[in-house]
């Protein structure tokens, strides 16, 4: 899974680094998103939290690194926390820092998901033995608020990526085709069928790539509902 530092703990667990930025999105006077900050604590632990659970590790901690001011703080730890209550994963430990010597004209924030996993061999999907989709729909900007019902839930997430035959794949800022590419490198892929705009950012990872076994199709449509959006590579 890219996007994580997996670093070796013992001989049978490693930890894995998971970590998302957002900037000039808050209540600051010159952020380019007017959000409240518990908003974009939320978005910004789901980047991280969703790039850990797909890499196949347990989270442990997060840490949170604020430079929106002293008084956002207790607003992202909220956000967090919302978000890991979606998994579940309440007890997991917060800690961090705010900048608070200096005031900045934007807002920004860092987020790192620290998770351990059992060392073994991990085996990618084989392209032309899984089918593909796309579970919510790429959003960015202030369209993450105002369609909202269209990103996939975290705990659909978590759900899918604990079910047998599947292997869950974030979609970042370069969008769902970037990422297909990136999860078949052995297969050359240039232009993918769906009902989405497969160029365009997915924000803080409002949808998601599922490649699963045909045997459970059934199960994961049942499962994603709605959010579901089958992907042809063409």
Known sequence: MRNVTVVPF????????????????????GDFVKVPYDVVGY????????????????????????????????????????GLEEVSML????????????????????????????????????????????IGMPLVGNEVVTMGERVAPLSLFKELSSMEGVTVWPVGSKGILLEV????????ICEIVAELDVAK?????????????????DEVKKCAGYFYHEIHPA
Request: aromatic share 6%; hydrophobic share 40%.
């Open 10 to 29: 013992s001989e049978k667990e490693e930890l894995v680094l998971a970590t998302d930025n957002s900037g000039g999105i808050g209540l600051k006077e």
């Open 43 to 82: 978005y910004s632990l789901r980047v991280a939290i969703m790039e850990c659970l797909a890499a196949g590790a347990t989270p442990i901690s997060v840490v949170i690194h604020n430079f929106s001011g002293d008084e956002s703080w207790g607003a992202l730890v909220k956000g967090v926390k919302q």
């Open 91 to 134: 007890k997991i430990p917060i800690t961090g820092s705010s900048e608070s010597n200096f005031s900045l004209m934007q807002s920004a924030v860092g987020m790192i998901v620290v998770g351990k996993r059992e060392v073994k061999k991990r085996v990618r999907p084989i392209f032309d033995q899984v089918n593909l989709a796309v």
């Open 181 to 188: 590419k990136q999860m078949f490198p052995e297969v050359e």
């Open 201 to 217: 950012s997915a924000g803080p990872s409002t949808c998601f790539i599922i490649a699963y076994d045909h045997s459970v199709e």
